[in-house]
């Protein structure tokens, strides 16, 4: 048995259904990646022993945690399993001191010894001078601070953090990201984030799930780069078009043609076509010469995306132009326009994972759900 | 919470329409508490409230009030816990039988314990052949009406600060590795106890002020039986001014309650 975590579970909620087998292997940090109700905060619930897998195994260091089989279900309280959430949740009625010295107290710790130990993990994260306040009179970021020292206090074999930094605010938040890399290293943490900076920054390994299912795992890096679903190549900042291998590029499921530089795919199987949006070349007329990848559509919004503006085509890909030259072609909304993209800009390789990929989809917005009927809560990171 | 308020806001205007029957509720609350001031045997009040049984009186009523409350507090809060928290079927339905003290007449609640725990209740008739003991007409019974009308105040103030109060405090501190004991203990009574005392608040002043459970199961023994409000009714037989006497330290006694526990779900605020 592996000593990190081992997942494996079934959980039903009327139509909704979780399937997902996840590891995570010793002092590794799993990034959980996904839309709003895709199956992130079910997992975690599971996982903290919340909640009751309709069949399922969770396997901590060893340590049987969850276990349908054979009916084992360990309370909360005995899985050593630290949670981070949104919201600090500092008890209200307890100093700072006494927060985070509340994990050794109740593991049988003498106050005294509590507190010193508190006072450690209060220095850890740079909140000492804190210690006596009580947490009405702390900001957000303070707060958050100190629910991790709180965490940490109780040393947990696994940390579990739910989108740890979404309700910080953001001048704030690189600090606590720093902090939470540091923290992080050789822990095993599972973190669920709608922010690529966080899991970029925190993880070793990424898992994306889309609808309870897991279409996409692996390291940060690679699923990042070259993403194979269409949520992570919406988080990368990528626009990302599946469909069937060719000689020479793809044939999208829409029939139209990509050239591009083709890794070991084989004609006819499933692959996607990702390129970034500053590759793409926006026109108001038709272009004139051949270039081999041109897209007509309607330009479906534009927004301001950094220093450059960002156009939506209405197949839902993405281009980044200049301020200047969106002014000079006269952009506006609904304005016919062409992309067109370099086949050299274009990298196609293979699904072999999930062959059920969809359709035409782009970058940026990552903490959007793409679609309207989920709820929007948290949704902005 | 105290809410200052800046004299440049434009609240919303309050419908003039509103003002009159607003006026006239609260005239229908104090005007008979001043008029019972007003009409007050001053010269002899001292003397007609230490009088020996309205000092008997009111021992009574404060000693059987201040336990029913207790019995309330250690009855009732466990049940507030599992009303809130717990996930049995029918729950609904209990919440429901829980509030029947609130809506029964008194008296109606008295006769029911009466046929209950009384000689010939089934209840009553096995634990005066078991223990020998008999309920009816005796303090106990005070305390038993008193509990069983004002029961309802403190699980519904207790069970509404225990939604308030949520269950995120609690699995965090469960994740911390505090098992659920320690955890309702340390989190979850702290995070209510705003909640509890004007629970507290409001069933001491429904147990001070009871009157026809009491009568019914309890009886009117000077001494024994015999709380405030009894006595005030009684005394309103014989004589008027000692009647009006009691009734106004039932109203000081009342003010107290309401002044120095302020219940937060009187105001409002809870």
């Not at chain 1, 010793?26 to 009751?52: D, M, P």
């Not at chain 1, 780069?225 to 990528?238: E, N």
């Amino acid at each position: 048995m592996s000593p990190g975590l081992d997942i494996e579970l079934v959980v039903r909620r009327g139509s909704f259904e979780l399937d997902a087998t996840v590891q995570v292997g010793q002092g590794e940090v799993l990034a959980v990646l996904g839309r709003n109700g895709s199956g992130k905060s079910t997992l975690l619930a599971a996982i903290a022993g919340q909640l009751r897998p309709d069949t399922g195994r969770i396997v901590l260091g060893g340590r049987v945690l969850t276990d349908t089989a054979r009916r084992v279900l360990l309370p909360p309280h005995r899985r050593r399993i630290g949670l981070l959430a949104q919201e600090p949740l500092l008890f209200p009625h307890l100093s700072v001191l006494d927060n985070v010295a509340f994990g050794p107290r109740v593991s049988g710790s003498r106050r005294q010894q509590a507190r010193a130990a508190a006072l450690r993990h209060l220095t850890d994260v740079d909140a000492v001078e804190f210690a006596q306040r009580r947490p009405a009179q702390l900001s957000g970021g303070q707060a958050q601070r100190i629910a991790l020292a709180r965490a940490l206090a109780s040393d947990p074999e696994l940390l579990l953090l739910d989108e740890p930094l979404s309700a910080v605010d953001v001048e704030l938040a690189p600090a606590l990201r720093s902090l939470l890399q540091s923290v992080l290293q050789d822990r095993l943490a599972v973190v669920v984030t709608h922010q690529v900076i966080d899991a970029l920054m925190l993880a070793d390994r990424v898992v994306v799930l889309d609808g309870g299912r897991v279409v996409e795992q692996g390291p940060t890096r690679e699923v990042l780069t070259r993403p194979r679903s269409a949520f992570a190549a919406r988080l990368a900042g990528l626009n990302l078009v599946s469909g069937t291998a060719t000689e020479d590029g793809l044939r999208a499921d829409d029939g139209r043609e990509l050239t591009g530089m083709t890794e070991s795919t084989v004609p006819g199987a499933r692959a996607v076509a990702v390129f970034p949006p500053a590759a793409v070349a926006v026109y108001t007329d038709p272009p004139k010469g051949s270039p081999r990848n041109v897209i007509s559509g309607r330009a479906a919004a534009l927004e301001p995306n950094g220093t450059l503006v960002r156009v939506r085509g209405e197949a839902g890909l993405a281009a980044d132009i200049t301020p200047v030259a969106a002014v000079e072609l006269g952009l506006h909304t609904g304005a016919a326009v062409w992309f067109v993209v370099k086949a050299a800009e274009v990298a196609i390789y293979p699904t072999h994972v999930f062959p059920e990929q969809s359709d035409w989809t782009t970058g940026g917005r990552p903490d959007r759900p793409a679609t309207g009927a989920l709820p929007a809560a948290n949704a902005d990171g | 919470m105290t809410q200052t308020r800046d004299p440049h806001t434009v609240n919303s205007q309050i419908p003039v329409g509103l003002w009159v029957p607003a006026v006239a509720a609260l005239g229908l609350i104090l005007l008979p508490v001043i008029g019972l001031i007003v009409r007050a045997p001053w010269p002899r009040f001292v003397e007609l409230v230490t009088s020996e049984s309205a000092r008997a009186a009111l021992e009574l009523s404060l000693r059987t009030a201040a336990i029913s409350t207790l019995l309330c507090v250690v009855l009732g809060g466990p049940l507030a816990v599992v009303l809130a928290r717990g996930s049995l079927p029918g729950l609904r339905l209990l919440r429901s039988v829980v509030l029947l003290p609130l809506v029964l007449p008194p008296v109606v609640g008295g006769l029911a314990l009466l046929y209950l725990l009384g000689i010939s209740g089934f209840a009553g008739y096995a634990l005066d052949v078991a223990f020998g003991v008999r309920l009816p007409f005796t303090t106990t019974a005070v305390v038993l009406a008193q509990t069983f009308v004002a029961m309802p105040f403190l699980v519904v103030a207790l069970e509404g600060a225990l939604r308030t109060a949520g269950q995120r405090y609690e699995a965090v501190a469960a994740s911390l590795g505090a098992p659920p004991w320690t955890v309702f203990r340390r989190i979850t009574v702290p995070l209510v106890l705003p909640g509890l005392g004007s629970g507290m608040v409001l069933s001491f002043a429904r147990c001070l002020g009871e009157f026809g459970a009491t009568i019914a199961f309890a009886g009117s023994l000077q001494g024994v039986t015999r709380t405030l409000p009894l006595e005030v009714y009684l005394q309103r037989e014989v004589d008027v001014d000692g009647a009006i006497a009691l009734s106004l330290v039932l109203v000081i006694v009342a003010i107290l309650v309401i002044a120095v526990a302020r219940p937060r779900s009187v105001e409002g605020v809870g």
